[in-house]
Nanobody, 124 residues
Framework: VQLQASGGGLVQAGASLRLSCAAS????????MGWFRQAPGKEREFVAA????????YYADSVKGRFTISRDNAKNTVDLQMNSLKPEDTAVYYC??????????????????WGQGTQVTVSS
């Protein structure tokens, strides 16, 4: 089972990026998928998550209104559209899957599988 995150890069403040997470090895269509991020010297923090059918999403207050999470169960992918990026969004972004068939959780320990991370750097 693998989660492969991509789409990171170096952008200026105010720009947009779209991250994508591709799952392989099994179908993740029944599970909550989430995005987390970790900046240097800081703990990994929740960014956004989406339930299996895409009908329910949840965002950290720091990204609400700027980021949008979506999924395509047919393709086994989950995306994070990031708009109006700020320097404080700089971090390594990770996608993750919660296989325990429940509602959205925001703690890193609630997720079972993790991608390798993709670097997002926002310059001022």
């Amino acid at each position: 089972v693998q989660l492969q995150a991509s789409g990171g890069g170096l952008v200026q403040a105010g720009a947009s990026l779209r991250l994508s997470c591709a799952a392989s090895g099994r179908s993740f269509s029944n599970y909550v998928m989430g995005w987390f991020r970790q900046a240097p010297g800081k703990e990994r923090e929740f960014v956004a998550a989406i339930r299996w059918n895409g009908g329910s999403t949840y965002y950290a207050d720091s990204v609400k209104g700027r980021f949008t999470i979506s999924r395509d169960n047919a393709k086994n992918t989950v995306d994070l559209q990031m708009n109006s990026l700020k320097p404080e969004d700089t971090a390594v972004y990770y996608c993750a899957a919660d296989l325990r068939l429940r509602g959205i959780r925001t703690g890193p320990d609630d997720y079972d599988y993790w991608g390798q991370g993709t670097q997002v750097t926002v310059s001022s």
